[in-house]
């Protein structure tokens, strides 16, 4: 089974970079995401022997828990929920119950205006394309994502503990972190992110990716600082959407000397070459 959309919408998701991304990546036996956020890689590449997926944020990490535990529960609650301004605002509320926490979570990424947004995500016309109704009331994807989510380790942790507590010479790191500030749009250049990454995060980062036995790939936009510090590293860009759909922005991946050259398929094809079919794999 493979998933055939993002499960949150996300600022700064990889869904659509996901193919890109995983053709660099070298054999593994453990897969480590430190700055998962929606984790759009990992539900898009081959399972590994052992994966981990870490975010500093407890409310993307609630709603992972909760939608691999309490799978049934979670997607009744979302489809008696409606495409509301109300829900919406009500949202922001913090609440104790996980599962509540879980559903409100849903509704600030897929109402929210380019996910996560302050503001509510409202249509007064279609131009040919989706509704976004369509978009709320769609959880097809869901028995995907949540299989995947069966096969993870989740943690809720700072990154470089993350690091620090699962480097091996086998291990692959897919780092994601909030961009530069410097290196975004005049718009997102404050915000977008929940928890934010100030430029001596990135130094101290960086510092510690030189001294890791395993392998590591890190995402970012162009910047002097990322050249600087990572000028023995290999280099890989692309040309990708930005949140403001108009826009082309430079992606760029910085590969570790220790990451070979060999890519690896993404999921559906590995599934398949295991023999299973998709009435063989669990649902949640």
């Known amino acids: 089974m493979k998933?055939?959309?993002?499960?949150?919408?996300?600022?700064?998701?990889?869904?659509?970079?996901?193919?890109?991304?995983?053709?660099?990546f070298p054999p593994h036996t453990c897969y480590v995401e430190p700055f998962c956020g929606s984790a759009s890689?990992?539900?898009?590449?081959?399972?590994?022997?052992?994966?981990?997926?870490?975010?500093?944020?407890?409310?993307?990490?609630?709603?992972?828990?909760?939608?691999?535990?309490?799978s049934d529960e979670l997607i009744r609650a979302i489809l008696a929920t409606p495409y509301s301004r109300a829900e919406f605002d009500e949202s922001w509320t913090p609440v104790g119950d996980p599962l509540e926490r879980a559903r409100r979570y849903y509704v600030q990424a897929w109402q929210g205006w380019s996910g996560f947004g302050s503001?509510?995500?409202?249509?007064?016309?279609?131009?040919?394309?989706?509704?976004?109704?369509?978009?709320?009331?769609?959880?097809?994807?869901?028995?995907?994502?949540?299989?995947?989510l069966k096969q993870a380790q989740i943690e809720n942790a700072d990154a470089m503990d993350i690091i620090e507590r699962y480097d091996q010479p086998t291990t692959l790191f897919y780092l994601d972190p909030p961009y530069l500030s410097q290196t975004r749009s005049k718009r997102w250049r404050h915000g977008g992110y929940r928890h934010e990454y100030d430029e001596d995060c990135h130094l101290q980062l960086l510092a510690r990716l030189q001294e890791?036995?395993?392998?590591?790939?890190?995402?970012?936009?162009?910047?002097?600082?990322?050249?600087?510090?990572?000028?023995?590293?290999r280099r890989a860009e692309t040309k990708a959407r930005t949140t403001n759909a108009a826009n082309l922005?430079?992606?760029?991946?910085?590969?570790?000397?220790?990451?070979?050259?060999?890519?690896?398929?993404?999921?559906?094809?590995?599934?398949?070459?295991?023999?299973?079919?998709?009435d063989e794999t669990p649902q949640g």
């Open 119 to 148: 503001a509510w995500h409202y249509q007064k016309s279609h131009h040919g394309g989706k509704s976004v109704i369509n978009d709320w009331n769609a959880v097809e994807h869901l028995p995907a994502i949540i299989w995947r």
């Open 3 to 24: 998933p055939t959309r993002p499960v949150l919408r996300y600022f700064g998701s990889k869904w659509r970079l996901a193919k890109w991304i995983v053709n660099h």
């Open 212 to 233: 890791i036995r395993g392998m590591a790939i890190i995402s970012g936009y162009p910047s002097e600082l990322y050249e600087d510090q990572l000028a023995h590293w």
């Open 41 to 70: 890689v990992f539900f898009r590449k081959t399972p590994a022997e052992f994966e981990i997926i870490n975010d500093v944020d407890g409310e993307v990490i609630n709603f992972f828990h909760v939608l691999r535990d309490r």
């Open 249 to 278: 922005a430079t992606e760029v991946i910085w590969l570790s000397p220790s990451v070979g050259k060999r890519g690896q398929p993404l999921l559906m094809p590995r599934l398949e070459s295991r023999g299973n079919s998709q």
